[in-house]
């Protein structure tokens, strides 16, 4: 079903399955004798959304073999270097001393359970109700216990964030590590706009922003039906067309340099070498471009 302005989701539907769908790959790195990733949680959510695919890749049992598009290996590194890229930043954060954090679009993300977080350390998540009510109740099911005092905020994004957040605790006088994955391609231009204006109004000097950066060529929709086709070969129903909003829209680099923000960009060749693997396939690269990772502290 195509987007609307005020349409809603749990994890087993619309922009939710996607974030299932991550957490399954997250599950599948994350298994063998020398994982790339750990993420020992994931496995757990993913069965109980219940959707048969993701619990079939989520266990290894998707044979993607040497698929032409995305094999099992270029699966594994792509969600390695996603995974470290904002878990490094959040520890990173941490190590300089900030000691608030938050987590936007949330979905099955566990960094509020699996990182070793400072003492003292807040970390708030941001998503629809029935995705933070499901999330917590299925990890309090599984005994997981935060690494932090996690504070779960039931808003959408679309809505009037800041005032839900503000009145979870959140202090907007203290710096702030704040986490966007997989979310800006999810939301209208004009949303993804006011989102960045928000987190800059919230934030205190020398807060840290960190997101992906999205290549022209990636906003043309080719990446999400090619991903779509890829998904259908396995057996997943999931129509990223129909979820991403494609076309022109202000670069979030952009639009937080114009206030005030010092942004970094580090594309997905130099993501991957820093991991010790080589870049993406040129068929992969011609589909998005110069996309890779953003990180910006609020000067």
Do not use: C
Not at 51 to 64: K, M, Q, S, T, Y
Not at 105 to 130: C, H, N
Not at 142 to 153: K, L, Q, T
Not at 244 to 266: C, E, I
């Amino acid at each position: 079903m195509a987007r609307s302005e005020s349409d809603t989701w749990d994890l087993a539907s619309s922009v939710g399955a996607t974030a299932t769908s991550v957490a399954a790959s997250r599950a599948f790195a994350a298994r063998g004798p020398d994982p790339l990733i750990d993420d020992p949680y994931a496995a757990a959510l993913v069965e109980a959304v219940g959707l048969p695919h993701f619990i079939r890749v989520a266990n290894g049992e998707v044979d993607f073999g040497d698929d032409p598009l995305f094999g099992a290996s270029q699966m594994r590194e792509h969600i390695a270097v996603r995974t470290r890229f904002f878990d490094d930043f959040f520890t990173a954060a941490a190590g300089a001393g900030i000691s608030q954090a938050v987590i936007l679009a949330s979905g099955l993300d566990t960094r509020a359970y699996r990182l070793s977080w400072p003492d003292g350390a807040v970390v708030f998540e941001i998503d629809q109700p029935r995705v933070i009510e499901f999330k917590t109740r299925v990890l309090a099911e599984v005994g997981a216990n935060p690494a932090a005092d996690r504070r779960a905020v039931g808003v959408d994004l679309r809505e009037d964030w800041p005032k839900a957040l503000s009145d979870g605790g959140f202090d907007p006088t203290v710096r702030t590590a704040w986490i966007a994955e997989g979310l800006l391609i999810y939301l209208p231009p004009h949303a993804q706009d006011r989102l960045l204006d928000g987190i800059t109004a919230l934030s205190a000097a020398g807060s840290r922003l960190a997101t992906e950066h999205m290549d022209a060529k990636a906003l043309t929709g080719d990446w999400a039906k090619a991903m779509t086709e890829r998904g259908r070969r396995h057996g997943s129903d999931i129509d990223l067309t129909e979820l991403f909003y494609t076309g022109p829209r202000t670069s979030a680099a952009d639009r937080l340099r114009a206030q005030g923000w010092q942004v970094t960009v580090t594309p997905n060749t130099d993501a991957y070498r820093a991991n010790g693997f080589e870049p993406p396939a040129d068929h992969v690269m011609a589909m998005v471009g110069d996309s890779g990772y953003l990180s910006a502290e609020l000067g």
